[in-house]
């Protein structure tokens, strides 16, 4: 084993269900990991002393380094220049001062953004989207999460908050304003799904997932969705090629905005679903898009896992404090 | 009356019924202007020629100084670096090498880009877009073309033609691959406009338009559309709010993904339709924003008409070839 750093980078994400906290060594390398599950419901105290315990454990098994900096990366919307989660529609929290916070705790500076922005910056960085300089990342998971790079650098925008993918509307026919159904999340998010699945029971369709649906409320485990899906589970395969074909009408829609020269699908509905919603996807972005004749719509799958995140909220925190 | 430049830069507006030129001098002024209808049925050769009549007016009426550059916006998609028109939907030609052809026949060199991004380039440094870095414009007229300025520079992406925004599919419901119904220019442009008129008569509607759409086919007339709608037709002012509607949701998947300062809104429904229509699409575009907690949607109208296409082609050429 490679001797213990005296210093280290610590990245931290924020899911709707766990959160992952790491210590990364100057250099890149993640040396530990620590897991708690997110307390969604119990306000901002309990959810800023999961995070704390989190990073404890991680830095504690990394040997106790000194902390140069921790990034983090959170559901959003934040003010990323004051650390600020906003609010966020899966975690019940708002104008939590987690950055300032956190900053305080540790003894360290914190750099603050949206999750996926942390997860596209890893896959960047050191993961699926190496030698690229424009990408575009959709995470599909509880919600739905995306993230731009353009020029090598995470686009931020007028409202700090660009690359907030999971609320485009992609079927007016049904879009309500404020409301899910017929935007992106709405429709390819493991919460647009188990409302589609919700829907298909009340009209008298059987699944599977019906019990698991009953038992986990809002929340459907992916592990669940993937073994109903590829045991043949019609319903199950409806909803989840719906999912694909709204992920693929967005990439087509931002191809032709943005053109980037890749696209980074992550979070756990890809991951899950692997191979066949992919190919959906792809079928269905190429089927939309506009023009492909100077450069081809490519969409891969992310690399890392659930290390993104993590490496990804690192490595930004390396590039705001290089030492 | 100002002296006569000796040299000029000229802009050409490539559209889908007319063909507009200018003369503007190395400080940004207009001195001449040319027009000709657009041979949009006619191939390549009727246009370049067409083309080619109307720089020379507008060249000849400036007392025919030097051509220091020409930049010229077409509908596209374009090869830029090529100068070639790729294909177009609304004029009948392919693998047209605009570019080269028009070099040869002025001896100046010649830019290529599309229409909107000219015409946005001509409102970020002359018209609405001033003081600001980051903009999307979205052209409304015949079709709808778009345009994305960040950091101030026009977007061009891996594929060349980013900004091409008419495409996008906003209504996944009745949307299929290569037809118009779903998508932006399908719903918001004169094009679509046209089609959901005529389906409206076919369900046996009435509209003052009938006659209209009978004698223009797929083309309908912005000065007629502008009378029937502010003349209370029911028909066209549902098509018109539904027109409005999809702009709206555009922006607001737009300014998610992107968040620029600014929508600067142009083309032949904007300016017909004005006010209300401009108030449609804003309540539209903040009722379904995901983040505006660190900055507002923005959205205003081109300040500069027809003038935009041909002085940002212009302006953009003088970028390129600065003597």
Redesign the interface.
């Known amino acids: 084993m490679a001797p213990r750093p005296r210093s280290v980078y610590v990245g931290i994400d924020l899911g709707g269900s766990k959160i992952l906290a790491a210590a990364v060594t100057p250099r890149g390398r993640i040396i530990s990991r620590a897991m708690r599950p997110t307390p969604f419901r119990s306000g901002g105290r309990a959810l800023l002393e999961s995070i704390s315990e989190s990073v404890r454990e991680a830095v504690r098994d990394a040997g106790k380094p000194r902390i140069r900096a921790i990034g983090m990366g959170s559901p ?2 934040l ?1 990323p220049e004051k650390g600020i989660i ?1 609010r966020t529609p899966h975690i019940d929290v708002s104008r939590l001062p987690v950055g300032p916070w956190l900053s305080r705790r540790f003894g360290a500076p914190v750099i603050l953004d949206n999750d996926v922005h942390m997860g596209l910056y890893g896959e960047f960085r050191a993961g699926a989207g190496r030698g690229h300089r ?1 990408l575009v990342g959709i995470w599909v998971g509880t919600g739905v999460g ?1 993230a ?1 790079i ?1 020029g090598g650098r995470l ?21 309500r ?2 409301k899910p159904a ?1 935007t992106l999340e709405g429709e390819a998010a493991k919460t647009g799904m188990a409302r589609r699945l919700r829907e298909g029971l009340r009209q008298g369709r059987r699944t599977r997932l019906a019990s698991a649906l009953r038992a986990g409320g809002r929340r459907l485990d992916s592990r669940e969705l993937e073994t109903a899906v590829k045991g043949g589970d019609p319903l199950a395969r409806a909803v989840a090629r719906r999912s694909a ?2 992920v693929g ?1 967005a990439i ?10 890749l696209f980074v699908l992550g979070g756990g509905v890809v991951e899950a679903l692997g191979r066949d919603y992919l190919r959906e996807v792809r079928e269905t972005a190429r ?9 081809p719509v490519r969409i891969v799958k992310a690399a890392l896992g659930d290390d993104a995140g993590i490496l990804g909220a690192a490595l930004a925190a390396r590039r705001a404090h290089p030492r």
């Open positions: 959003g919307p003010d906003l424009n995306g731009v353009l686009l931020h925008g007028s409202n700090r908050n660009a690359g907030e993918l999971g609320h485009m509307v992609l079927d007016a026919s049904i879009a304003a404020g017929g074909r709204f009408i087509a829609n931002l191809f032709d905005a943005l053109s980037p020269e089927a939309f898009v506009f023009s492909t004749e100077l450069a």
